[in-house]
């Protein structure tokens, strides 16, 4: 019953609550959302650094097909390596759900395994493995198979550096998610007579779409904005938003249009963001509605 | 609506056996309730009945078909579980309509048999709610008509109501009874709660280390366990150890008429069967009384030391320290957790 709830705790009239907040709401002010806003207001202005509005500098990025390029190539690579993820983990993470033992205990750590393993690391062992001339090749050629295709400095480089990279996260969140079913949910969906394939279908996804939408949105966030995997993986033409930031700022040296980049880059993820609120929001009320 | 013959059924985990050889027939239309403490098999052997467990060994034969290799989906039978295992992200309605749906029925045909176990139910216009916004109790009801509604012949009831409150466990048990016998579907029904078991059941089966320890109904139970176990387990009963010497067993400095051979042997006697007032033979005392609504049940130590429980009428007014007289009324004598004497 509601009404027998205690009030929630008033801290926004608590001093000490304000208190302790206060510095780090100071300090992402300072550092963080003032300097965004102003290079977000500066790409409103025009190109040339002169006062007014103007939407000049977006005009340049859309109206250049080398940027749209780069662009529709980052939402190409995020999307694939979003969909693989879930497709390489979501098997991982039901195995290790309904099997116990061993063997699960030994590929839920090799599955966590990159998480320990510092970015460049992962790139460098990946260059040295598939890259050209690399491990595989060698092994290839060895055993008469010639013509080995590297997928190093092309689109799919990144795609295998980010899989790697994200895969412990999600993996993390997936179980987490399944964690929640009850073996009796399956069994009483067993029981009235559906398949395996229906019990998935029907009663495992549905019940962990909130961990489906976490690690797509927050996975899409990071993986847009990725700039370690795409610059040492991926191809130089076209590129991946991140390097090409990176590379607008620092050896082009204009950073209206890095900012200008950064801030469609930003709205993109914003879309991920409010899923990924939304998400939380209807869970919270969900929660809310089982207290009540 | 069927009958269930369980053949000499096993159910191993490494050298643990979980069941033990057990065999046991189940009438049609039966409500047989599975009784015994935490490990003794009960819940094994009802996962085993409804498919969720492979019997090492033995036979599962519902209407004289042997089921032990079928899987849970092909059988006749419906779980109703512990946790309710209601799947949240759907609603009341959607919940019942799941084992329809995969079964091809129409839509009338859907619609018709969820209002009818609704209203079986007594949740008739809930069926919009989700599992989140229902209580306990109407979870659990939600439960029961997703089982029922697929007119399974045999039930199966693991501990359905371990995780609602006493009150309500009483009034749920009655509905089941209710619609148990409406239906006339044969039931077995798991617990560890023997008020539960001695309330609702036609038999009951005492399960201990994975055996049967004995089958009967409630009053036969009660009244005459066949083993030590049972009479421990069952309500609340005396047992104190004595010594059986040339037909006689000497308890608390009087003899009583014990027909059996020599040797030790446990006494069993109810708190009710006591002779209690002047001249009941026995002068005791009484060390504590706990009020338990109709009667007192009070701790009354004997001469020789030994304390018994003891059922005494609220009009004695006992009180703790106060003297009391007290005589061995019926009893039972158990040895190797057999009964072997009762007078």
Not at chain 1, 246 to 253: D, E, G, N
Request: charge should be neutral.
């Amino acid at each position: 019953m509601a009404s027998d709830l205690a009030p929630p705790p008033k801290t926004s009239k608590n001093p000490l609550g304000l208190l302790m907040i206060a510095a780090p709401v100071v300090l992402m002010g300072l550092f963080l959302l003032y300097p965004a806003l102003r290079v977000v207001l500066r790409t409103f202005g025009a190109a040339d650094g002169s006062p007014g509005f103007s939407l000049e500098n977006y005009a340049r990025f859309f109206n250049d097909s080398y940027s749209l390029n780069n662009l529709g190539i980052t939402l190409w690579t995020t999307v694939v390596t979003l969909i693989l993820l879930i497709v390489v983990n979501l098997p991982i993470a039901l195995y290790l759900r309904f099997r116990k033992g061993r063997l699960a205990t030994f590929i839920q750590a090799l599955a966590l395994f990159p998480m320990f393993v510092p970015g460049v690391i992962i790139c460098y062992a990946l260059i040295r493995y598939i890259g050209p001339n690399g491990l595989l090749q060698s092994l290839l050629e060895h055993v008469g198979i010639t013509g080995y295709q590297t997928p190093i400095m092309t689109p799919w480089g990144p795609v295998i550096g980010l899989l790697w990279d994200a895969m412990p996260f999600t993996l993390l969140v997936l179980t987490a998610g399944l964690a929640g079913i009850s073996n009796a949910a399956i069994e009483a969906a067993q029981d009235v007579g559906a398949s395996r394939l229906r019990i998935l279908w029907s009663i495992v996804l549905p019940q962990i779409r909130g961990s489906l939408v976490v690690c797509t949105s927050l996975n899409f966030l990071s993986l847009f904005g990725s700039v370690l995997q795409p610059y040492m993986l991926g191809p130089t033409s076209p590129e991946l938003m991140g390097p090409f930031m990176l590379r607008t700022f620092s050896s082009v040296r204009d950073p209206l249009q890095a900012g200008t980049q950064a801030t469609i880059t930003f709205l993109i993820c914003s879309v991920a963001g409010l899923l990924y609120i939304l998400s939380m929001g209807n869970r919270r009320k969900a929660e809310k509605e089982t207290v009540a | 609506m069927a009958s269930l013959d369980l053949q000499d059924i096993s159910k191993r985990y490494s050298n643990l056996a979980a069941v033990d050889t057990l065999s046991l027939s189940i009438a049609d239309g039966e409500l047989v309730c599975l009784l015994g403490p935490s490990g003794s098999g009960k819940s094994t052997l009802l996962r085993m009945i409804g498919g969720f467990e492979i019997p090492s060994s033995g036979k599962i034969l519902i209407d004289g078909v042997d089921v032990a290799p079928v899987p849970p989906d092909k059988r006749p039978t419906a779980m109703v579980f512990q946790s309710h295992a209601l799947w949240t992200h759907m609603n009341v309605w959607e919940n019942i309509a799941f084992g329809l749906k995969l079964r091809k029925f129409s839509r009338d045909e859907v619609a018709a048999k969820i209002a009818r176990v609704m209203e079986l139910v007594g949740l008739t216009g809930y069926e919009k709610r989700h599992p989140s916004q229902l209580s306990g109790g109407q979870q659990q009801r939600v439960a029961i008509a997703r089982s029922i509604v697929l007119e399974p012949k045999i039930l199966l009831l693991d501990e359905p109501f371990a995780s609602l409150d006493q009150h309500l466990r009483e009034h749920l048990r009655e509905e089941v009874r209710q619609i148990q016998r409406q239906l006339g579907i044969t039931t077995i029904f798991v617990t560890h709660g023997q008020d539960e078991a001695l309330a609702l059941a036609d038999r009951i089966v005492v399960m201990s280390k994975g055996k049967i320890e004995q089958v009967g109904t409630p009053d036969e139970i009660y009244a005459r366990p066949q083993t030590e176990f049972v009479a421990g387990f069952i309500g609340v009963m005396n047992l104190v150890s004595a010594t059986v010497s040339g037909g006689s067993l000497a308890f608390a400095g009087e003899a009583l008429s014990a027909p059996v051979a020599d040797g030790l042997a446990t006494l069993a006697i109810r708190p009710e069967d006591w002779k209690v007032g002047e001249g009941a033979g026995l002068k005791a005392t009484v060390t504590r009384t706990v009020n338990l609504g109709a009667y007192v049940l009070a701790d009354v130590a004997l001469p020789d030391g030994t304390t018994v429980k003891v059922h005494l009428d609220k009009a004695r007014a006992v009180r703790e320290g106060d003297p009391i007289e007290i005589g061995i009324g019926p009893f039972a004598l158990y040895r190797d957790n057999m009964v072997i004497h009762r007078s």
